[in-house]
């Protein structure tokens, strides 16, 4: 059986959010790009307001990429990462992937976040697989429909024995980790037997790690 390290990625293995952190790349390489904050700044008060869901802000939000190239964004984002993501990194969490990994742990990322950058996390040699928000690609283009449901909560949990289904892996989840800065996390923590709040400002039946 498998013994898995699970990772969450904005604020537990990086200091901020990656999907504004995009939207401020683009934004650097090509100022016309500002021309849609208004929309980003709508989506985000609607969702606050209850009238959006997750899925709905992030295909609205994702209109600085719609029908981009398929290869033009896998440069886009190899740059992004080179550029951005990999200076972002908690130094204490690839320590703690490095760590597990010797100690025969698998590691996975899985997140709410779009797959189609976070897969550049595979650039991290410690990590063995990373599930995320999926969106469509069609005539080879980007087009902001996300593929199934926000990789959230209940779904992450989906999503991950979807995989292992597919791979005929069996987990000892009592033996295995998971770390996240939220408690949106609670499925995916109360899987397993070592559950980590990463920077937790609150009080909480889960252990507390300060990660810098």
């Known amino acids: 059986m498998d013994k898995l390290a699970i990772f969450d990625v904005d604020y537990t293995i990086t200091k901020k959010e990656t999907l504004m952190q995009l939207y401020k790349y683009v934004i650097v390489k090509d100022v016309k ?41 896998s440069i886009l984002v190899k740059d992004f990462y080179k550029d951005v993501l990999e200076k972002i990194l908690y130094k204490d969490a690839i320590n703690m992937m490095k760590k597990l990994k010797g100690q025969g742990y698998k590691i996975y990322l899985i997140s ?5 950058y976070l897969n550049e996390f595979y650039a991290i040699e410690e990590v063995d697989m990373i599930i995320g928000t999926r969106f469509f690609i069609e005539d ?44 949106s996390d609670k499925p995916l923590l109360d899987l397993v037997g070592n559950a980590y709040l990463i920077n937790y400002r609150k009080k909480s039946n889960f252990q507390i790690l300060k990660w810098k």
Do not use: T
Not at 55 to 63: A, N
Not at 112 to 116: C, G, K
Not at 149 to 166: P, T
């Open 33 to 73: 790009n500002i021309r849609f904050l208004p929309r980003a700044l709508f989506s985000g008060a609607m969702y606050k307001l209850g009238v959006y869901d997750e899925k709905r802000v992030k295909e609205s939000f994702l209109k600085f990429i719609d029908k981009i190239d398929e290869k033009d964004l």
């Open 112 to 116: 709410a976040s779009p797959e189609f």
């Open 140 to 183: 080879k283009k980007f087009v902001r429909k996300m593929d199934g449901s926000n990789c959230k909560g209940e779904e992450k949990v989906k999503r991950l024995k979807e995989v292992l289904q597919k791979k005929n892996i069996e987990v000892d989840y009592k033996n295995s980790y998971m770390f996240s800065d939220s408690l």
